[in-house]
């Protein structure tokens, strides 16, 4: 006997940053249907950023992760699907169907799966002691790990796993980073800023090695014991982390038939191009303004709730275009960095104040344009270049390098 299937007006796929953001924002809105949250983990939704800092550190309990408390959502008669995972789409009959076999009627689906670590394809790659940061669990794993753990590689020098190296040095690990391309953060960042935090993690003991391929993890009695790399040479260690990217979820959806390659894509009002489909947060990829139109996906905390805002608003008779100005943070040893823009396609930079003292930004330009600002301890400059990059103002370099003159009055 099949049992029927529950139905939801609006059903949010994935319980993270955006779909969390969704419920909050619909209901915030007067929405008045039924809404489910549904998402593969245990948890109720958390934040992810704390993950890779605070949590990691010992210095933040789960419990201050809580994006909500966990009575929150029934308050808000959002029903809170934990623990399942939706496994196919059909757009047709508006149904998805469960990991556990179960069935869910939509009016609209709301898809926020964001991704999963991306995986070495070496071997290796899955032993034991070989780890992604993407959620709580993960975390939690290498928790239980460390006190037998004295030698750690990452793998990976992006924001994930630099600020993994700077939690785990401070607790007296042994921390190696190697990254593949010639700088870390080369894919979100200019070189000032690259070579700027390659010095920082240097001088508090870790061992950053740029230019460098992974060959293989080798193996033993079942666990990590080292990182073999494509010149021979062997790093013993005792865990492995990677933070080499996400891929993001959406297999369920592309196999239903939604358009997409890197990611899923979406319009303006992160509409798919199956009907009463959105997507939102890492795993859309939709056309932004701040990037010249180019087609891409922002994982960030921002991007996800500003996404979910777009689909509330669309719900809720109020459509409008997504167009929020990017920004992003990261946190390493007392280094607060503040993103605001995208630095894309930039053609020039101006480094803004002396990173020999630890508090500077860097400008970027495209075109005479300012298009993006990565400010480190730097908050007064993320705060009034904001308007510079909204207003793409084209500003002599010279004064914008010159601390003396407040960015606000470049405005
Ligand atoms: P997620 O928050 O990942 O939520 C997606 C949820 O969907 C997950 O729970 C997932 O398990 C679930 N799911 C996936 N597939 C299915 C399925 N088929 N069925 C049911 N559920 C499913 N951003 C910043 O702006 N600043 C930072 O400092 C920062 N630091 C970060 C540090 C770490 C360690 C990580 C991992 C991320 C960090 N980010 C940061 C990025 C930010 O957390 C993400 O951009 C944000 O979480 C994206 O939200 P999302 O809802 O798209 O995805």
Redesign the pocket.
Known sequence: MTTAALRYDILI?????????SAIALRQRGYQGSIAL????ADP?Y???????GY?AGDKPFERLLIRPARFWGERDVALLLG????TVDPVAHQVT??DDGRIDYGTLVW??????RRLVCSGHDLTGVHG???RAD?DRMIAELPDVTRIVVIGGG??GL??AAVLTKLSKHVTVLEAQDRVLARVAGEALSRFYEAEHRAHGVDLRTGVTVDCIEERGGAACGVRLADGHVLACEMVIV?IG?IP?V??LIAAGAAGTNGVDVDAQCRTTLPDVYA?????AHANSFADGATIR???????ND??NVVAKAQTGAAEDYDAVP?????QYDLKLQTVGLSIGHDATVVRGDPATRSFSVIYLKQGQVRALDCVNATRDYVQGRALVVDRRVIDPALLADTSVPLKAMT
Request: include cysteine; hydrophobic fraction near 40%.
């Open positions: 796929a994935g319980a993270g940053h955006a779909g969390a953001q549904l998402g593969d983990e939704p934040e992810r950023p704390p993950l890779s800092k990691l399942r995972t939706i496994v469960l990991g926020a799966t964001g991704g999963a670590p940061v993407r959620n975390v924001y994930i600020e993994a933070g996400i979820a297999a369920p939102i947060g890492d795993c859309a922002l994982e960030s905390v921002q991007n996800a996404q979910a920004w992003f943070w990261s946190h």
